[in-house]
T-cell receptor
Framework: GAGVSQSPSNKVTEKGKDVELRCDPI?????LYWYRQSLGQGLEFLIY????????KSGLPSDRFSAERTGGSVSTLTIQRTQQEDSAVYLC??????????????FGPGTRLLVL | GEDVEQSLFLSVREGDSSVINCTYT??????LYWYKQEPGAGLQLLTY?????DMKQDQRLTVLLNKKDKHLSLRIADTQTGDSAIYFC??????????FGKGTRLHILP
């Protein structure tokens, strides 16, 4: 596809369950970013990948959150033992380079996660 | 402060100008951005400004930057119903951290 895609678009889960969120970046983009947007909040940076490695994991809120990227393409964000405060929209962005400049980042539509 | 500050709501009559304000955190921030988010839609980059500029104009959009006060504003001329959305400002700080504001919801009155 032409843009960043994310799946699922919506996810409802029960507290304590694990969830996996997927991001397909734009083909050829080496950098990939995950953000979280909680209700009424701005975007909160979670993690950044350059290729398959994650030089910056500083935004992950707890050890229940992890992410991986394989083949320099698809990324999966995993949240273990979900809590209600994990409910948010999880946004992925990709960039042709790892410059960190926002204007080079193309955002996906997001996955809306609701933890009951 | 540590948070990027924005007013939560703004109501403007159709045809008037909208001015959305933002106070950012770091006087060393290099780039400042405005994003638009419509209901159920993704984040759309509207415009951005480099810190050595005071103003940037792009069609109906005018960005003003006051570095002394760490104040950024977005003016939308001739506001239309399609401008109804949440507007986020964001900064890239001197330590390369990206910080977003909580967003300003722009409501257009008929």
């Amino acid at each position: 596809g032409a843009g960043v895609s994310q799946s699922p678009s919506n996810k409802v889960t029960e507290k304590g369950k694990d969830v996996e969120l997927r991001c397909d970046p734009i083909s050829g983009h080496t950098a990939l970013y995950w953000y979280r947007q909680s209700l009424g909040q701005g975007l909160e940076f979670l993690i950044y990948f350059q290729g398959n490695s994650a030089p910056d994991k500083s935004g992950l809120p707890s050890d229940r959150f992890s992410a991986e990227r394989t083949g320099g393409s698809v990324s999966t964000l995993t949240i273990q033992r979900t809590q209600q405060e994990d409910s948010a929209v999880y946004l992925c962005a990709s960039s042709p380079s790892g410059s960190g400049r926002l204007e080079t980042q193309y955002f996906g539509p997001g996955t809306r996660l609701l933890v009951l | 402060g540590e948070d990027v500050e924005q007013s939560l709501f703004l109501s403007v009559r159709e045809g008037d100008s909208s001015v959305i304000n933002c106070t950012y955190t770091d006087s060393s921030s290099t780039y400042l951005y405005w994003y638009k988010q419509e209901p159920g839609a993704g984040l759309q980059l509207l415009t951005y400004i480099f810190s050595n500029m005071d103003m940037k104009q792009d069609q109906r959009l005018t960005v003003l930057l006051n570095k002394k006060d760490k104040h950024l504003s977005l003016r939308i001329a001739d506001t239309q119903t399609g401008d109804s959305a949440i507007y986020f400002c964001a900064e890239i700080r001197g330590d390369d951290k990206i910080i977003f504001g909580k967003g300003t919801r722009l409501h257009i009155l008929p």
